[in-house]
């Protein structure tokens, strides 16, 4: 039996707006559901333009901040496409997440940010935003962390907290993960199935805010996916699909697939020109994993062999108009 498991990230809700997008991966009807992040977003788009411009939230008072989160999770929740995928995933127990930088605190925000002024209350806004997750999201493993593993029939799934325990690239020996989150991975990264999925809200390679800058850290991470079972590694945060095989210097050191914009313009401005409808369907079996990127004009499929761990592509099929 194949296991299928749907993911993507970045849902900005909209009043007004339906979020039709999530029907299509109700009518796929997966076994798993992964969000990857930006599932609510504290602030989005750039000052003057936008009424919750990026950075806005660090201004807020921790009770502000508290109100705003909750507001924004209860609407997110009740959008009618999502909160009857949510229903139908949780009833089967296959929803899983992680949180990116915009359900965290705010854009590019680290919860170990020691650079930003004492008003900015990290070290309250970072605990608030990480039982609201919980309260709302409730599926991570080992509470109160947000990062967890999970075993599905053919995967060790590892969900990572790329936020609480990161700091800025601007401080002496940055972290992403922390030493005790990379210790639960190395641990985690042996197993008896016979794939690898590490899931986390950044990419390893892509945009400017990627796993890779953290080069200490990320030395480490290579030599541990080097040493795993069939690794695939799944993000989100650039609102775009991407696939990338292992490369020879590293970068990334094992599969890289990343399913982002379910539901969020691509540049943030405050009109709807580029609104995305990304996701990505994995179909597991013994013999290969396909790869089926979803977005609003269509599918772009591809296969990696089980036993080579070589990939092909499928092609790309447009949607009916
Ligand atoms: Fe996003």
């Known amino acids: 039996m194949p296991t299928t498991i749907a993911f993507t990230s970045c849902a900005r809700f909209k009043p007004g707006q339906a979020q039709t997008a999530w029907r299509d991966i109700l009518a796929a009807d997966p076994d798993y559901l992964f969000l990857l992040g930006d599932q609510i977003y504290m602030d989005f788009g750039l000052w003057p333009f936008a009424p919750e411009y990026q950075g806005k939230p660090k201004r807020y008072s921790p009770a502000q901040f508290e109100r705003v989160m909750r507001d924004k999770y209860e609407r997110q929740w009740c959008e009618p496409n999502f909160a ?3 229903a139908h995933m949780r009833a089967k127990n296959g929803f899983y997440g992680v949180w990116d930088d915009h359900d965290f605190a705010w854009n590019n925000a680290y919860g170990q940010d020691t650079t930003l002024p004492a008003d900015a209350h990290m070290a309250e806004k970072r605990d608030i935003a990480r039982a609201l997750f919980h309260e709302f999201m409730a599926c991570a493993p080992q509470p109160p962390e947000v990062y967890g593993a999970i075993d599905t029939p ?5 969900f990572l907290d790329n936020r609480y325990h ?7 020996n940055p972290v992403l993960m922390g030493p005790q989150q990379m210790d639960f991975l190395r641990r985690h990264l042996s197993h008896d199935r016979q794939y690898t999925l590490i899931c986390g809200g950044l990419t390893l390679t892509y945009s400017a805010e990627n796993w890779s800058n953290y080069t200490a850290e990320f030395a480490e991470f290579r030599q541990l996916v080097q ?11 650039i609102h775009k699909n991407a696939f990338k095989a292992p490369a020879a210097n590293g970068l990334p050191p094992c599969y890289e ?6 539901c969020v313009n691509y540049l943030g401005l405050p009109f709807e020109f580029d609104r995305r409808r990304n996701w990505t369907l994995l179909t597991l079996d013994a013999q290969q994993v396909r790869v089926d990127q979803h977005d609003k004009k269509g599918v772009t499929r591809w296969r990696i062999d089980a036993a080579s761990w070589q990939h092909q592509a499928l092609g790309r099929e447009l949607r009916a108009a």
């Open 84 to 86: 009857a995928l949510v």
């Open 154 to 158: 053919l995967a060790r799934v590892i």
């Open 166 to 172: 990161a700091t800025p690239l601007n401080v002496p």
């Open 227 to 237: 040493g795993a079972r069939k690794v695939l590694y799944l993000g989100g945060d």
């Open 257 to 262: 697939i990343i399913s982002s914009g379910l």
